[in-house]
């Protein structure tokens, strides 16, 4: 007898509903990293306040990505 064999399903559903989202997850994500990197790097290097607008546009990217995320 297997362990685990006849274990019930729990509230996950399956992987095909998961992937209706994951392509513009990911999107959404990369150009957020992005946005964050590119922000840090102005935000020291060159002027703060440009810095600070990259990063909360950035910001903006992740949490439409969370939106997403808390919708599935």
Same mark, same amino acid.
């Given at each position: 007898?297997?362990i685990?064999? *006849?274990?019930?399903? /729990? /509230?996950? =559903? ?8 994951? =392509?513009?997850? *990911?999107? %959404? *994500?990369?150009?957020f990293? %992005?946005?964050?990197? &590119? ?5 020291? %290097?060159? *002027? ?11 910001? &903006?990217?992740?949490? &439409?990505?969370?939106? %997403?995320?808390?919708? /599935?």
């Open positions: 007898m297997e685990g064999s *006849n274990r019930p399903r /729990h /509230h996950r =559903q399956t992987e095909e509903s998961e992937d209706k989202y994951l =392509q513009i997850r *990911n999107i %959404l *994500n990369i150009i990293m %992005l946005g964050a990197i &590119v922000g840090v790097a102005i935000y020291f %290097l060159a *002027n703060t306040t440009v810095g600070t607008i990259i990063i909360l546009a950035a910001m &903006v990217f992740k949490i &439409v990505e969370c939106c %997403l995320r808390f919708i /599935h």
